[in-house]
């Protein structure tokens, strides 16, 4: 498909071997190329984005269920809160841009798992971004993930907050593993930037929570 906005919006249930092409540029709170919202119990698998995703360097508060505008990714924007979202196989070759930015996802509130995902696509962020999962509010499994190859080096490059080469940011209280990551993306914050948090697979881990790293 080739489509000018998100292929989906909202979005449940089991998708496979889907391409998406062309661009998505969104002034939504949220977007993704195959679609801007989980809202269900989802199973994602095979889906292959060359669009790129551009959204807004601003966000601004939100009271509904998903906090914050301001979110994408190349895969999905975001997900409710609740739900388990399964996401594997996946691959982004798209440039990402906005505010929260992932090459797979912008930012999750679910209970996640990603296997087997990979970006070759530049992710440029204002708050987070990351070659896979910008930011995660809940447990997680990041399982055989990799940003970029031996011959492609994505630039990750964020202006304010917090970057990695996987996973950007994980909120507060949460738990969850990282197993067998690769990152060979170019990963830059501004030297001027608030807090400033990089790192090759995670950015900044949650103060409170328990994250392990497996393999290499």
């Not at 190349?74 to 196989?89: H, M, P, R």
């Not at 841009?97 to 798992?113: E, F």
């Amino acid at each position: 498909t080739t489509p000018s906005r998100p292929l989906f919006d909202p979005f449940e249930g089991t998708a496979k071997h889907f391409t998406t092409e062309c661009s998505v540029t969104s002034n939504a709170d949220r977007a993704g190329a195959f679609c801007n919202t989980v809202v269900g119990d989802t199973t994602l698998s095979g889906i292959i984005n060359k669009a790129s995703v551009t959204g807004s360097m601003s966000a601004t508060a939100k009271s509904d269920d998903l906090g914050v505008s301001g979110v994408y990714g190349g895969i999905i924007g975001t997900t409710l809160k609740s739900i388990n979202v399964t996401i594997e196989s996946c691959e982004n070759y798209g440039k990402i841009s906005g505010y929260d930015a992932g090459g797979i996802a912008g930012k999750t509130h679910c209970k996640l798992t990603v296997k087997n995902c990979k970006n070759f696509g530049d992710i440029d962020s204002f708050d987070v971004g990351a070659g896979i999962i910008g930011w995660t509010w809940d447990d997680y499994t990041i399982e055989g993930c990799v940003n970029g190859s031996k011959t492609v080096s994505p630039k990750i490059v964020n202006a304010d907050d917090c970057a990695g080469g996987i996973v950007a940011y994980v909120s507060g209280n949460t738990t969850g593993t990282i197993k067998n990551c690769v990152n060979y993306g170019k990963i830059s914050i501004d030297p001027n930037a608030e807090k400033k948090s990089a790192g090759g697979i995670m950015g900044r881990p949650g103060a409170k929570g328990t994250h392990n790293y497996e393999g290499r």
